[in-house]
């Protein structure tokens, strides 16, 4: 055995006669570790204790003769592959036979020529060497993992492992002698066996991935090693090639990838890919000189409809978007979730802005025309689009991607479910709106948002019966900006929370402040949004700040718009319920303007209904609208409503809603909006006048 630190081989010396050892002790000394003995016995002893690769074994010996030494050590496995040279002074053949026939590996005859001993002993430790490495091959080439084929130099097959065969469903017999092009699935690139068979010929090594078929036709991806064995001449003998299935790692990277790219909800692109994406398609329209076109959705209703049936019904209508979506496009088309309930759509190779209106409006049609189902909640949505084309309105991504988000909120506001071209315009009106809500952010902190009251007279009388608060911006350089001007967009991106809380709390600190200034309970309406009313933390942030200012029943007076009651009238109730139950006023503003059903309108717990003024506006002018404000203060009235008319300008809407019945008056006839040391005035002059109709404060 090979010492571990020497790296020399073990040889035992086996003779009776101590000369005989010397003179192999010194002819080999130098190259091999040595060990002697000088019986039969005693060699046994010492290749017990530690395995030689190699005995020079004296036939001749009394005792136990070589020829003994050599059937025992026949015997046993441990001992059997010992490489063995008989050494003897006897040179009859049969003796010669005997001893190889037992397994011996050589003999020498004695005397023993030194030059002889020496190279005999290295051939055969050479030959054991080459065998032993030759059996270690042969049991890795069987044993590896990886499937091995060995080709000849005109690649045929002439070998392959077992793990080939598990691999690949051939046995040897199967396929000896084949080009192994059989195994390829037609799926790899022709370039790639091109550079394959170059790197073979020019560096003897290849190795890469292609996709093979299996004999029970499966595809697969492999990773392949390719080497090249050459003769002493240089000359190709085989190719060895090894390989292992990388499906799994594929489909894992493949996973890693989608996951990446995809948004997991939908499967559809997110928006990092999507920019990607575009990017790509931008510069094959540039060099194909196409046109294309961006086009960004956002679903109507969706907020309200994820936060009144959860999360799980407004994600199974998001997943039915994307559907719908990728069945009216083509597979080249991009489409992305943007993020919430906005999406977008890259359409390429568009010829016209025709084609483009056509695949909006199939949109339009398939994303709003049905309802969405999630088990058995039905929802209804409807898309508001907004496109933009390339290179007409842009030619960056950045840019598109700006064009077609102002053309979709023009197509929110113009009554949503539609589909906008941009246009310059727009551009415009985006970035006021952008640059309205960056202000919007420190507004509140700056304290540039004041309350104005406007009051209300009973019709009948003119006594003054309260006022509606109604807030103002005053922003330093853009001056007085209208609320129709930033709350919608407070609404969209939820700043109105914070917006409605500080008006609540200032109106309610107004009554206070009243009361003790006139010793009357004067009350305040305020206007309530969608976003607050569908707000969970609302009853108590009304009742908090009712108990703070020590409001009783009937001082405050919640006022909400026709259209967000009967969005989710169900839900609405139950919130208007508790209100009601608080001891707040509640009322339906701008009546007129929406749908109301009248059987919700009947069970909505509301005290008053506000008539919109585009009917009061039209009194004297539109028949129509003159026979809709009766009708609408018989109806409310038949509902035990009172009705307030807004918006009144004139002497003759005023004798013209006070012959009809209206309850209450409201309008810059009887009084404008007005900072709070102004509205004082009105109060004064109502007291002054003996108009003021209101029960003392407790
Ligand atoms: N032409 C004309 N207009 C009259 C007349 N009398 C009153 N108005 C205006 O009509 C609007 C009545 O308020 P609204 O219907 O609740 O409509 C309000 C309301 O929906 C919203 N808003 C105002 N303040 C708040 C607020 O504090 N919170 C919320 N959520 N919305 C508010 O903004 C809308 C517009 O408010 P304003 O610009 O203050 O406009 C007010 C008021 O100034 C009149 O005789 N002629």
């Known amino acids: 055995m090979k010492n571990l630190t020497t790296n020399k081989e073990l040889i035992l010396l086996v003779d009776d006669v101590p000369t005989n050892l010397h003179v192999l002790v010194s002819t080999l000394k130098d190259h091999y570790r040595l060990k002697t003995a000088t019986s039969g016995d005693a060699a046994l ?34 001992t059997r592959g010992i490489a063995v040279i008989f050494v003897s002074a006897d040179t009859t053949e049969l003796t010669q036979l005997t001893g190889l026939e037992l397994g011996a590996d050589d003999y020498l005859t004695k005397p023993i020529s030194t030059t002889v001993l020496k190279v005999r002993v290295s051939n055969l430790l050479e030959r054991k060497r080459a065998e032993a490495q030759l059996r270690l091959a042969a049991q890795v080439f069987e044993s590896s993992g990886e499937a091995i084929m060995i080709t000849d130099k005109n690649n045929c097959v002439i070998e392959i492992n077992q793990a080939f065969t598990k691999l690949t469903g051939y046995s040897i017999d199967e396929i000896k002698g084949k080009d192994p092009k059989f195994l390829s699935a037609g799926k790899t690139h022709p370039e790639v066996y091109i550079g394959m068979w170059q790197e073979l010929k020019d560096n003897g090594f290849w190795q890469g991935e292609l996709w093979d078929v299996d004999k029970n036709g ?52 997110n928006r ?21 076109a961006v086009m960004f959705i956002d679903m109507d209703r969706f907020k309200i409809i994820n936060d009144t049936f959860g999360h799980e019904t407004g994600d199974a209508l998001l997943k039915e978007v994307a559907n719908r979506i990728r069945r ?18 890259v359409l390429n190779g568009v010829e016209s802005v025709a084609d483009v209106t056509t695949v909006a409006t199939k949109l339009q049609v398939s994303l709003g025309q049905n309802a969405y189902y999630h088990g058995t909640t039905e929802m209804n949505s409807s898309p508001s689009i907004g496109i933009t084309m390339y290179p007409d309105d842009g030619i960056e991504a950045s840019e598109l991607m700006r064009n077609a988000d102002a053309a979709m909120y ?15 315009e727009m551009n415009r009106a985006a970035l006021e709106r952008l640059h309205l809500e960056k202000e919007m952010r420190s507004a ?58 500080w008006v609540l709390e200032e109106a309610c600190k107004q009554v206070y402040e009243w009361k003790k200034t006139f010793n009357y309970a004067i009350p305040i309406a305020i206007n309530l949004s969608a976003y607050q009313l569908r707000s969970t933390t609302l009853l108590s942030e009304v009742n908090a700040v009712m108990q703070r200012y020590e409001l009783s029943v009937n001082d405050l007076e919640l006022e909400i718009t026709e259209s967000v009651a009967m969005r989710d009238p169900n839900a609405c109730i139950g919130q208007l319920n508790a209100l009601r139950i608080m001891g707040v006023q509640l009322a339906i503003d701008d009546f007129g303007t929406g749908y109301s059903s009248l059987s919700y309108l009947k069970v909505m717990p509301v005290h008053t209904l ?30 035990g409503l009172k009705v307030v008319a807004e918006g009144v300008e004139t002497v003759e809407q005023q004798t013209f809603l006070v012959e009809n019945d209206c309850d209450i008056l409201q309008g810059y006839l009887l009084g404008k909006p007005a900072p709070s040391e102004e509205a004082k005035q009105f109060i004064l002059d109502a007291i002054k006048a003996n108009k003021l109709n209101l029960p003392l404060a407790k």
């Open 328 to 345: 009216n496009v083509r597979e080249s088309d991009l489409v992305c979730r943007w993020g919430g309930d906005e999406f977008i759509i």
């Open 272 to 292: 990092f890919s999507l920019m990607d994406g575009l990017e790509q398609t931008i510069s094959i329209a540039k060099r194909q000189k196409t046109k294309m």
């Open 610 to 639: 506000k008539l919109d003024k585009s009917f009061v506006n039209d009194i004297g002018q539109d028949q129509n609208d003159e026979v809709i404000c009766i009708a609408a203060i018989n109806l409310a009235h038949s509902l």
């Open 444 to 501: 509140q902190d700056l304290g540039q948002y004041q309350l104005y009251f406007q009051p209300k007279y009973s019709a009948k009388d003119l006594t003054l019966i309260g006022f509606e608060a109604l807030i103002r911006w005053r922003h330093p350089t853009l001056g007085m900006v209208p609320p129709l001007s930033f709350i919608p967009i407070a609404e969209e991106n939820g700043m109105i929370s914070q917006i409605g809380l």
């Open 218 to 269: 499966r595809v697969y991806p492999k990773y392949l090693s390719i080497s090249v064995v050459k003769n002493a001449y240089n000359d190709i003998d085989f190719y060895i090639a090894s390989f292992t299935d990388i499906s799994e790692r594929k489909e894992a990277e493949e996973h890693i990838n989608r996951l990446a790219k995809h948004d997991s909800l939908t499967g559809l692109l």
């Open 410 to 424: 023009h197509a929110k506001s113009s009554g949503r479910n539609n589909f906008q071209f941009y246009s310059g």
């Open 45 to 78: 002893k010492s290749i017990a204790q530690e395995k030689p690769d190699l005995i020079l074994l004296d036939v001749m010996m009394p005792g136990m003769s070589g020829i003994d030494v050599m059937r025992i050590l026949q015997q046993s496995q441990e």
